[in-house]
């Protein structure tokens, strides 16, 4: 098959996107919009100054932009925008199903009650399947920064939401510091709520961060997990339990996880027999 058919094939098939945040998602214009609306003060206050603000060089970097976009976002009506402009993009784009997850604390720390910000994005999410066919389901992606206490009080929401379309129940944030273990009993709570599982884990933090994930957590899903490739003992746990790793190839490189396209481990971790998926993380 020819370059070209090959790019024009895969933009027609039908896709799943399965690792990607509402928050990570927003438009330059949008974020702008918002900003303006809501009397938020951005670190740019122009298209040019967002698209440099985009231009994080490490992890770090990154959290420290997504957390200053996350003020912008103060209203029901905002998640909803948000979640609608996100879905037409993806269906757009031919994906048929997503998850897209919403970062709780980032809205609570500044008195948003988390309820009407998962309201206003199933409003969204539904408009979306109403116009294109699309269906987009939410997850809860608790940082592990803010610790299990907490985590227990979003997870109350989370069951409160279910018949809003929350499906899912993640932790991510800062993975440096803040290990999986602790937080063992939320993620059986989850289940026993009916959640699906999954863990940022192995993005920046070596194999241990996986193991922790897979054995304390029992998760079925892991976001990244590309550092499971410096372990074979790990790479084979994970093909043998049928642990699927949701891959971001092009957020690991933006936020210095990887150098390069040609250091990426994703062929390593497939032909490991690991099951992957590939996501766009925060586009």
């Not at 990607?20 to 303006?36: F, V, W, Y």
């Not at 490490?58 to 979640?83: C, K, P, Q, Y």
């Amino acid at each position: 098959m020819l370059s070209m058919e090959l790019d024009e094939f895969i933009v027609r098939m039908p896709k799943v996107e399965l690792h990607l945040h509402l928050e990570g998602s927003i438009a330059p214009q949008t974020l702008l919009d918002l900003a303006q609306q809501n009397g938020v003060e951005l670190p740019a206050r122009d298209i040019t100054g967002v698209e440099q603000l985009f231009r994080y060089r490490n992890f770090s970097e990154f959290l420290t932009v997504f957390m200053a976009m996350t003020r912008a976002i103060v209203r029901g009506e905002d998640f909803a925008r948000l979640a609608y402009e996100l879905g037409m993009d993806l269906a757009a784009q031919q994906v048929r199903y997503a998850e897209v997850m919403i970062s709780p604390m980032q809205h609570i720390r500044r008195g948003m009650d988390l309820y009407e910000a998962i309201a206003g994005t199933a409003q969204g999410f539904a408009q979306v399947e109403r116009e294109t066919g699309t269906r987009i389901r939410i997850a809860l992606d608790h940082g592990r920064q803010y610790g299990p206490d907490l985590a227990w009080q979003v997870l109350e929401i989370a069951r409160k939401a279910q018949h809003l379309g929350v499906v899912g129940w993640s932790i991510g944030g800062y993975e440096i510091g803040y290990p999986p273990e602790p937080f063992a009993d939320v993620f059986t709570a989850a289940r026993e709520a009916g959640l699906g599982l999954m863990a940022h884990a192995g993005e920046v933090v070596g194999p241990a961060s996986v193991w922790g994930a897979i054995e304390s957590l029992g998760v079925t899903r892991l976001g990244h997990g590309i550092r499971s490739v410096d372990d074979p003992q790990l790479l084979a746990a994970l093909a043998q339990r049928g642990v699927v790793l949701d891959i971001c190839p092009s957020s690991n490189l933006r936020t210095g996880a990887i150098h390069s396209w040609a250091e990426h481990p994703l062929r390593q971790i497939y032909n490991a027999g690991v099951t992957i998926t590939l996501n766009s993380d925060d586009p």
